[in-house]
């Protein structure tokens, strides 16, 4: 035994952040999955898609954080529901545009307007001020990386 204080896992900062992205991730999850039967990265991968428009599975990475590999998975099982397409880059064959279908803006467009209601619910017991410092500090951690 060492003469350090004891560990508090449930203080540490990165289990915080976790554990409360996990829970909103969660509690999110019935709307994209139960109403369209989208996994966690379909439904980020069509939320950057319905966002910024048209762009490569990379430009989908770099802005998301998500492994290439997740990213492509998504990307097939959002094509075969019809909610995207692919087309081949000209200038180099080996990359590939993404876009939403009309199917798929549709569906942004209902999944967005239920999370910006779901944002609303999660931000309720705060106070304006509180929402304000909270959002500013999750910002300024999460480009800690970049």
Request: net charge positive; hydrophobic share 40%.
């Amino acid at each position: 035994m060492t003469d350090q204080p004891d560990f508090d896992l449930r203080a540490f900062l990165p289990y915080l952040l976790n554990q409360a992205a996990e829970e909103a991730s969660l509690d999110f999850q019935h709307h994209y999955k139960g109403r369209y039967g989208m996994l966690r990265t379909e439904w980020r991968v069509l939320f950057h898609l319905g966002r910024y428009g048209a762009m490569t599975a990379n430009e989908i990475g770099a802005r998301a954080k998500m492994h290439k590999t997740k990213i492509s998975r998504a990307v097939a099982a959002l094509e075969k529901k019809r909610f995207l397409t692919r087309e081949r880059v000209e200038t180099d064959r080996r990359r590939e545009m993404l876009a939403l279908t009309p199917a798929g803006s549709r569906a942004y467009a209902d999944l967005s307007a239920r999370a910006r209601d779901y944002d609303a619910r999660l931000m309720a017991p705060f106070s304006a001020e509180e929402q304000a410092v909270l959002k500013r500090a999750l910002a300024r951690i999460g480009k800690l990386g970049d």
